[in-house]
């Protein structure tokens, strides 16, 4: 198939991501991907920023990730969960809960991002309707946060900046506390939270988890907040007898400098959801992991089960690509890797600081954001950054990058001059 062949039958029939229709965005054919590049169609490379949203953090076409799939594909690509088990599902839960914090014992393998929040609010939910106490079934999450875009992960996203104000006359009610102050290495100050304790409070009758993203608001704006600020979060949870949830979808598995990003307060969440990176970003997986208390509670209640099945949980090739995700993860020296992009990116995006029509420049780990004043155009910054032979995709105001861990210093430094370059265009 030409090119333009697959254009038009991308226009004919193709639905994108938070795209029109009637007036899509670009798009850019891509026909093979090694390492840190993709392969256009047209011959020409692009180092890759993005890391597919965030998840290839090994780089695409890793011949070990592979390997595992390719092994379990002679064995079966997939079997139902109910009434079976396998062992790709069983040695990966047991990796999950060694790696994440102490307590979190029982594993909810499911499909997706969105899904696991989707377990996991249902889950507090089922927990307090078994402790006798029915009224415990909304959530408190804060602003600026994102949470999926599935019902019930929506109706915990910012109802303003979220991207799902539309959905509003539809979605669950929730209480939302202002979004933290406090930069990552700002002093905390307890007037930051005092709002937050005081819905806790005003709603502890009713609310069933604190639910947000910890140290970093993905999609709902990329801001980072102070681990003091979540601490102290985390402490009125338990004082206010709220279950508390972290999504980390987007930081899990060394994205921030941290294994896991509630690493940098040191707190264990009740339930912890996890995706994206969790299978190298070769297959769609994704979990939710409770505590032994959460787990038995629910299961002490009536219907004595939680109420939750997808078709394709536990998948055996998702599961096998987690695992060898994981140890290649383990066995490379990823913490090193990521100090050295922190530092590399601080010194390839500051000088955007600079510019008057750039609100913000921050990095943290693996993350290295510009936050203009006005939103950016698409269309036209896409381009700019193709051409420079980059693939970074902005939204709203944010042009950001997350690269793949494994991406040379030479690219890195190639991605942030490029970042510079269009940026410095913007109001030219």
Known sequence: MDIAELLELDRQHVWHPYTSVTSPLPVYPVVSAKGTRLRLADGRELIDGMSSWW???????????????????????????GGITHEPAALLCRELVRLAPPGLDKVF??????????????????????????????????????????????????????????????????????????????????????????????????????????????????????????????????????????????????????????????VRPDILCLGKALTGGTMTLAAALATREVAEGICQGAPGVFMHGPTFMGNPLACAAALASIRLLEESPWEKRIHTMETRMREGLTPCAKLPWVADVRVLGGIGVVETRSPVNVAEIQRKFVERGVWVRPFGKLVYIMPPYIIEADDLDHLCAAMRGVVEELEQ
Not at 60 to 73: D, F, I, K
């Open 55 to 81: 998840c290839a953090i090994h780089g695409y076409n890793h011949p070990a990730l592979n390997a595992a799939m390719a092994a379990q594909l002679e064995k079966m690509s997939h079997v139902m969960f």
């Open 109 to 266: 393998v499911c499909d997706s991002g969105s899904v696991a929040v989707e377990v996991a609010i249902k889950m507090a939910v089922q927990y307090w309707h078994a402790m006798g106490r029915p009224r415990k079934k909304r959530f408190l999450a804060v602003r600026s946060g994102y949470h999926g875009d599935t019902l019930g992960a929506m109706s915990v996203c910012d109802p303003g900046t979220g991207m799902h104000t539309l959905f509003s006359g539809i979605l669950p009610e929730q209480l939302f506390a202002p979004a933290p102050k406090a930069g990552f290495d700002a002093p905390f100050e307890e007037a930051d939270t005092a709002p937050l304790a005081a819905l806790m409070r005003e709603h502890r009758d009713t609310l069933a988890a604190l639910i947000l993203e910890p140290v970093v608001q993905g999609a709902g704006g990329m801001r980072f907040y102070s681990p003091a600020w979540l601490s102290r979060a985390r402490e009125l949870a338990r004082e206010n007898g709220l279950l508390f949830i972290a999504d980390e979808i987007a930081t899990g598995f060394g994205r921030t400098g941290k294994m896991f990003a509630c690493g940098h307060a040191d």
